[in-house]
Structure formats: structure tokens, C-alpha cells
């Protein structure tokens, strides 16, 4: 099982951890509401973790930008 991280704004890899011990719990993801684990955490068929995050790239831009928050994806 691999958990892997993507930038919901430009798709960036961001990251992956392939552990097996890893659980939910250890991620924070309890901490989430459902909606926002509906909206952020996906499963695939190799059992795999996909977690929507951001990136540094775009938080940076966003903090510098604002307004940038309307798009979904940004260009870089
Ligand atoms: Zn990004």
C-alpha cells in the first residue's frame, strides 16, 4: 500500500510514502470532516491512498494571490 500526495491545483506529484504500518490515524486524516475526506482522500484499485493536497508552489502562490483561489487550476 502506497499513499500518494498530488497538488489539487497544478497536479504535481507531491509525494509518496509506501509504508505498510501506515494508518489512517498516523495522517490525520480522523481529523478531517467527511466531506472533506469524500473531497480529498481517494482510494484506487490496488488499494492504494490518493491525497489531494497543495503544494508549495502553489501556496505560495495562492498567499501571495488570493483571489487565485476561484481557479482550480492554476498555470505556473
Ligand atoms: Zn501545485
Redesign the pocket.
Same mark, same amino acid.
Given at each position: 500500500m502506497a499513499i500518494h500526495y498530488h +497538488?489539487h491545483? +497544478?497536479g504535481?506529484k507531491i509525494g509518496s510514502i509506501d509504508k505498510a504500518s501506515i494508518h489512517s490515524e498516523s495522517l490525520g486524516l480522523h481529523k478531517l470532516t467527511d466531506q472533506e475526506r469524500l473531497e480529498m482522500v481517494a482510494y484506487d484499485s490496488s488499494g492504494d491512498i490518493h491525497i489531494t493536497a497543495? +503544494?508549495e508552489? +502553489?501556496q505560495e502562490a495562492l498567499e501571495r494571490n488570493p483571489e487565485y483561489h476561484q481557479y482550480d487550476f492554476l498555470i505556473h
Open positions: +497538488c491545483h +497544478c504535481t497543495i +503544494c508552489d +502553489c
